[in-house]
């Protein structure tokens, strides 16, 4: 245990390098750092920014919009050059979002969009209408477009959450020979789904298949069926997490959605150097990138939410 | 004292009889409620009352009641212990590391992983122990304390990652949370190992004693001798133990260890030593009692899950179970202490 000491305190110096002050500095606001979606995102914005001279920040508000509201005051406070921001609800940023931009910082809203136009000065969004349609599709041809399945959604009071599943139930509503027999709530957590799957499977033995919101709560379902010797059980997901491409590669599971986490985070930091040396980012305020389906055939292509060929 | 009771009326003995009865109902409330459950959920549930169900039940209970046992010590001693579902992400993250990074000081391998990560909990465990104990910190700022710094060490450790696929780097360790035997799921068994051994010490050691004592009162246990701060200490080492177990079963049992595992856990084994009756205050309560808490959690949930009643009203009903049970206990208490009399007359010992 004695290697861990040192290794802990590096990683806690590691956190904070590259604090030169001349710099200007981005104040980079996701989600959650445990996250391996939002930490790949933030991670790229942060890797990219420096690379174009920038300091950078990278905080996380937890999906909590009173913490994201403190996080911008600091942001503002401390004199931020602008702000990246993965927001804490769709209704509930926009006055943190307008306080910013009241205070002279342009605010580039990433992933999700917020109820309002104009105040943001770019809302970079993963497409996730399209995303589900597509994921779903695959679905239903991997099951055959025949059987009972499960779903296992978000945090429901999330946007994405309901995004998602409206995208799920728009193609597999129109199958009748494929019907969902139970929907429960994972809250986007690995073992929160572990444990649902292994309860759902005990009412609905014979799946063909589980529909996951979310990259985790896939982990955790294919966990479970793995744990009831179950087999031909198609499980999607949704994010493209590495961890997820690996078990598809592996046969775990079928399908996933890959939000292009890092192309977003760069074309934000992009427009971030565009609009302070011009004015404006010279594109619409919302933009909106298309999502990949991974499957087992280009499982390869991707890397860390990233098509590498 | 017969010639007493002989004088009693016969209505007089019907009140009695009736008001014994009622509590030893309320002193059973939890293993009626959860008999209840069990009867209203496999009614209404198909495929809820199979052996195949109920052992998965058992193993989705085990999570909570493992944490519930360690923390009926520490809230029996007047304390409580809000660290420990940091340290069931903690415990899981450090196994997750050494299984991966076989570099380390220890052996690789399932052992390593364990002794590493019991290791780091029951440091913090320690640490509780001393800042409530020795530095007469509040057991609830201290244990606040922790499971932000716990939380936080477990995130440090790999950067805010998972660390997945650990069955593939050591096989064994799947096998912790996975087997089986005699058809049984290894938590469970595992379970069942702590409670037996946490009831017998409970009731039938000094050490069991001296928790119940300092708890009742801490003055009075002093100066009976008791060392109060060891006996802390250990409450507080038993139950990061216990958060240390819970990490590497869920490890186990997912196979990946990630940082935010165990969020409000604490709660939810605070929630199950309540329900089975234990005193927030100290002093009173079981082990027993906190197990058929767990159960009474862990049927409801799961078997609201079979229904597919939505999240959102099972967190509700969740909360009114809880406050119900508190309500209940409060209930009890004073038509104890007002029957107290009047049961003393006809029987001296039940006021004991």
């Given amino acids: 245990m004695r290697a861990r000491g040192p290794l802990a305190l590096l990683l806690l110096f590691a956190g904070c390098h590259r604090t030169d002050l001349s710099r200007p500095l981005i104040a980079i606001i996701v989600p959650s750092q445990d996250n391996p979606y939002f930490k790949a995102e933030g991670d790229a914005a942060a890797a990219y920014a420096q690379e174009v001279g920038f300091r950078t920040r990278v905080d996380a508000h937890n999906d909590d919009a009173y913490r994201q509201d403190n996080l911008i005051d600091a942001a503002i406070a401390s004199g931020a050059k602008a702000i990246i921001l993965d927001n804490a609800g769709a209704d509930s940023s926009i006055s943190a979002v307008r306080r910013a931009t009241n205070s002279g910082i342009p605010v580039f809203l990433i992933d999700r969009e917020i109820q309002a136009t104009g105040i943001a000065k770019a809302q970079i969004i993963a497409d996730n209408h399209q995303g589900s349609r597509i994921v779903a599709e695959e679905f239903a041809r991997a099951t055959g477009h025949h059987g009972e399945y499960v779903e296992l959604l978000g945090r429901e009071s999330d946007t994405n959450a309901q995004i998602r599943t409206a995208g799920f139930h728009e193609v597999l509503d129109k199958i009748p020979t494929l019907k969902r027999v139970a929907a429960q709530s994972a809250n986007w957590s690995q073992s929160e789904a572990f444990q649902k799957t292994e309860t759902m499977l005990q009412s609905h033995g014979d799946i063909a298949g589980i529909i996951a919101g979310n990259d985790t709560m896939a982990l955790g379902a294919a966990a479970a069926v793995k744990s009831a010797g179950k087999r031909n059980i198609v499980i999607t997901g949704f994010d493209g997490s590495p961890d997820v491409v690996a078990a598809i590669q592996s046969g775990e599971i079928a399908a996933t959605s890959l939000q292009p986490a890092v192309v977003i985070a760069r074309l934000a930091v992009d427009e971030v150097v565009t609009f302070l040396h011009t004015g404006s980012t010279g594109k619409p305020e919302k933009q909106v990138i298309l999502c990949d389906l991974v499957t087992r055939t280009n499982a390869a292509d991707y890397r860390n939410f990233e098509k590498i060929r | ?352």
Avoid at chain 2, 110 to 135: P, Y
Wanted: aromatic share 8%.
């Fill in chain 2, 1 to 352: 004292m017969n010639s007493v009771a002989s004088t009693l009326t016969t209505s007089d003995r019907l009140a009695n009889r009736g008001a014994r009865l009622a509590l030893i109902l309320l002193r059973s409330r939890a293993i009626l409620v959860l008999a209840l459950l069990l009867i209203l959920f496999s009614i209404l549930a198909p495929n809820f009352f199979t052996a195949n169900n109920l052992s998965i039940l058992s193993k989705h209970v085990a999570i909570s009641a493992i944490l519930a046992i360690g923390m009926t010590f520490v809230i029996l001693a007047g304390g409580i212990d809000l660290s420990v579902g940091s340290l069931a992400g903690l415990g899981g993250m450090v196994a997750g590391y050494s299984i991966l990074h076989p570099l380390g000081p220890l052996p690789a391998g399932i052992f390593a992983a364990i002794v590493a990560a019991l290791a780091v909990c029951l440091l913090v465990g320690a640490l509780n122990g001393w800042l409530v104990s020795r530095a007469g910190v509040a057991p609830f700022i201290a244990t606040l304390g922790t499971l932000y710094i716990a939380r936080g060490a477990a995130l440090l450790l790999s950067d805010g990652k998972t660390f997945p696929n650990l069955a593939a780097a050591s096989p064994s360790f799947a096998a912790l949370g996975q087997s089986f035997l005699l058809h049984i799921p290894a938590p469970v068994w595992l379970m069942f190992a702590l409670y037996a051994v946490a009831a017998f010490v409970a009731s039938k050691t000094p050490f069991g004693r001296h928790v119940y004592a300092i708890g009742g009162n801490e003055r009075a246990a002093r100066l009976a001798g008791i060392r109060v701060p060891r006996v802390r200490l250990i409450t507080y080492l038993f139950s990061a133990l216990c958060g240390g177990l819970v990490g590497l079963i869920i490890a186990s049992q997912l196979e990946a260890a990630h940082p935010a595992t165990g969020e409000s856990f604490e709660l939810n084994a605070i929630a199950a030593v309540v329900l089975g009756g234990t005193s927030l205050a100290g002093g009173r309560g079981s082990v027993t009692g906190s197990l058929i808490g767990a159960f009474v959690i862990g049927v409801l949930a799961d078997g609201l899950v079979m229904l597919g009643v939505s999240e959102f009203w099972q967190i509700v009903i969740k909360g009114v179970v809880i406050v119900l049970a508190v309500a209940i206990d409060q209930f009890q208490t004073r038509l104890q202490a007002r029957l107290l009399p009047f049961l003393l007359r006809s029987n001296p010992e039940a006021g004991a």
